[in-house]
């Protein structure tokens, strides 16, 4: 029989478990150096998991000082892949005009499975920030192989790393098209990017110009609760693939219902956000969950004409397996600072 020592991979000799937590501030999770690609892997082997069902994942429970905000508890245990843990989030939606600060932050905790004490704190501002796009380019290269345009709306945190991501697991893409309502935040993008990817950056002239240029197309701009129906109805045609990363906040809510498939990552969790209020239009009838494409256990696109919308939340089993994954690495490196408990 193990102890719960010998659970942690490489245990740095100076954390005393059940004694001590491992810190880890954003500038050391990002120091460690994991890659996309890494990320790409843990999150497919993730959602793998979550599509034979084999996590705990309760529905997100949270409070909401203001009507537009909420914090999220978001705790999650991968067993396939020895993860536990718990993230703590915000979404203030307007803290970036406000006071110049995210949207998003939050902390995360990581436990030990076999003991249960936790072993590390860590911002999860990067684990965030890393893992919504590679469930959406996963999803996008399952439901939308060989798309060779490629259209991200927002162009903040987020769509910057759908970018990248793109270019990581979408290797048929000439042309990614961006827009945000802050011109200058598509420039700033484009000046970042377009000598790193391989594909043509181009910035679109409006919504509707970029909504009508792309076979596949991802928001991450706001959530709220009523739609702002940005992308209207009668510029999507058949054939698209949208994938969504800010609920139903972007798009005119037809376009779901009529979608001839609509894949959330989570049923519940989009359940429990209808019963919040985000989808007054009523949640479009749900055919897969994310997981169970990106596993085979059912089935995504069945033809070249379908429109699918692919709603991604964002799920703790993600955040858990990636926080693991860092707290080894971390370990490993002997990164970060012990604090007593
Ligand atoms: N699904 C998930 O797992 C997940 C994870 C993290 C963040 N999010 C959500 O993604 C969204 C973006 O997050 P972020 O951290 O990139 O925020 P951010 O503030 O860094 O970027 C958002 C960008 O969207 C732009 N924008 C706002 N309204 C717009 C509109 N109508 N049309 C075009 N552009 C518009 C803003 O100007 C800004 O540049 C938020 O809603 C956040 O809650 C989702």
């Given at each position: 029989?193990?102890?719960a ?12 478990l059940?004694?001590e ?10 120091n ?18 979550h599509?034979n ?13 203001y009507p537009?905000v ?6 999650a245990?991968?067993p396939?892949?020895?993860a ?26 990581i ?13 999860s ?10 469930v959406?380019v996963?999803a ?6 060989g ?22 697991a ?74 969504p ?22 049923i ?7 019963e ?5 239009d ?7 969950e ?6 085979d256990?059912?089935?995504g696109?069945?033809n070249?004409?379908q429109?699918?919308?692919n ?25 970060g ?5």
């Amino acid at each position: 029989m193990p102890t719960a020592t010998q659970t942690l991979v490489d245990p740095q000799p100076q954390l005393q478990l059940g004694e001590e937590v491992l810190y880890l501030s954003k500038q050391e999770v990002l120091n460690l150096g994991i890659g996309r690609s890494e990320i790409l892997d843990l999150t497919r082997d993730t959602l793998i998991e979550h599509g034979n069902h084999r996590y705990e994942m309760p529905a997100k429970i949270g409070v909401h000082p203001y009507p537009e905000v909420f914090y999220h508890a978001m705790p999650a245990y991968v067993p396939g892949m020895n993860a536990v843990g718990c993230k703590w989030i915000e979404c203030y939606p307007n803290n970036p005009s406000k006071f110049g600060l995210p949207q998003t932050t939050g902390l995360m905790v990581i436990n030990d499975v076999e003991s249960g004490v936790p072993v590390a704190i860590m911002d999860s501002t990067w684990v965030t920030a890393m893992r919504t796009p590679a469930v959406t380019v996963l999803a996008a290269a399952k439901l939308h192989p060989g798309a060779e345009t490629f259209g991200m709306f927002g162009c903040g945190v987020q769509g910057k790393e759908h970018v990248r991501y793109a270019a990581e697991a979408l290797p048929g893409l000439k042309t990614v098209y961006v827009y945000d309502t802050r011109e200058e935040a598509a420039d700033a993008l484009i000046a970042e990017l377009q000598g790193e990817v391989p594909f043509t950056l181009v910035k679109g002239a409006s919504a509707e110009a970029v909504a009508k240029s792309a076979e596949v197309l991802s928001s991450a701009t706001l959530i709220i609760k009523e739609p702002l129906s940005v992308v209207k109805d009668e510029w999507i045609s058949a054939g698209q693939t949208i994938l969504p990363c800010d609920l139903n906040t972007f798009w005119d809510p037809r376009i779901s219902q009529r979608a001839d498939k609509y894949i959330v990552d989570s049923i519940e969790e989009h359940e429990l956000f209808a019963e919040m209020g985000y989808f007054p239009d009523g949640l479009p009838a749900i055919a897969a969950e994310t997981g169970e494409v990106i596993a085979d256990v059912k089935q995504g696109r069945e033809n070249a004409d379908q429109i699918i919308v692919n709603s991604n939340i964002g799920m703790a089993v993600c955040d858990v397996v990636v926080g693991r994954a860092i707290y080894d690495r971390a370990v490993a490196l002997g990164a970060g600072t012990a604090l007593s408990l």
